[in-house]
């Protein structure tokens, strides 16, 4: 499905959409606060600045995404495959990402304060100046992120090396 939806309508959260296909979707703004995205496949989809505070996205394809300054605070991506993704300036605070594969994922200045990572898999991925803040993370899973240059580290110190 190739669609467009700049400016989409806000949905309230009693909206269903689960497991529809939306890849290669634009969804540049829409308001999908709240609603229930579990297991939509929107591989490959542009959700530039795209509200999506406390939806839950569980088991979604968001693979290849361009979520760029998307607000994700206290969304539910569990198991969601985030691989190639794009995050940059994301805002993920108190975000649930337990099991989500993030390999090569881009969160080059991602806000991720308070974050759940639990099994999550960081391979490769930018963490460049990205806030981890109180995140629930381990340092093997950080090692295996390509770069953490300048991130505000769990406990609040600042990781000025290049690589791990």
Same mark, same amino acid.
């Given at each position: 499905?190739?669609?467009?939806?700049?400016?989409?309508?806000?949905?309230?959260?009693?909206?269903?959409?689960?497991?529809?296909?939306?890849?290669?979707?634009?969804?540049?703004?829409?308001?999908?606060?709240?609603?229930?995205?579990?297991?939509?496949?929107?591989?490959?989809?542009?959700?530039?600045?795209?509200?999506?505070?406390? =939806? *839950? $996205? #569980? /088991? +979604?394809? !968001?693979?290849? @995404?361009? %979520?760029?300054? &998307?607000?994700?605070?206290? =969304? *539910? $991506? #569990? /198991? +969601?495959? !985030?691989?190639? @993704?794009? %995050?940059?300036? &994301?805002?993920?605070?108190?975000?649930k990402l337990i099991g989500a594969n993030l390999q090569e994922a881009d969160l080059y200045g991602a806000n991720l304060r308070?974050?759940?990572?639990?099994?999550?898999?960081l391979s490769r991925a930018n963490l460049s100046v990205a806030n981890l803040e109180r995140a629930i993370v381990t340092p093997?899973?950080?090692?295996?992120?390509?770069?953490?240059?300048?991130?505000?580290?769990?406990?609040?110190?600042?990781?000025?090396?290049?690589?791990?």
């Amino acid at each position: 499905m190739n669609a467009l939806f700049a400016g989409m309508a806000s949905y309230s959260s009693e909206n269903q959409m689960l497991g529809i296909s939306l890849s290669h979707a634009t969804l540049t703004e829409a308001d999908l606060r709240g609603t229930n995205l579990t297991q939509v496949d929107l591989h490959n989809s542009y959700l530039l600045k795209t509200k999506l505070q406390s =939806a *839950n $996205l #569980s /088991g +979604a394809n !968001l693979s290849e @995404a361009t %979520l760029i300054e &998307a607000s994700l605070q206290h =969304a *539910n $991506l #569990s /198991g +969601a495959n !985030l691989q190639h @993704a794009l %995050l940059v300036k &994301a805002e993920l605070q108190m975000t649930k990402l337990i099991g989500a594969n993030l390999q090569e994922a881009d969160l080059y200045g991602a806000n991720l304060r308070g974050a759940d990572l639990t099994k999550a898999d960081l391979s490769r991925a930018n963490l460049s100046v990205a806030n981890l803040e109180r995140a629930i993370v381990t340092p093997e899973q950080l090692k295996t992120a390509n770069t953490l240059k300048y991130a505000t580290m769990p406990d609040g110190s600042i990781h000025s090396k290049t690589d791990y």
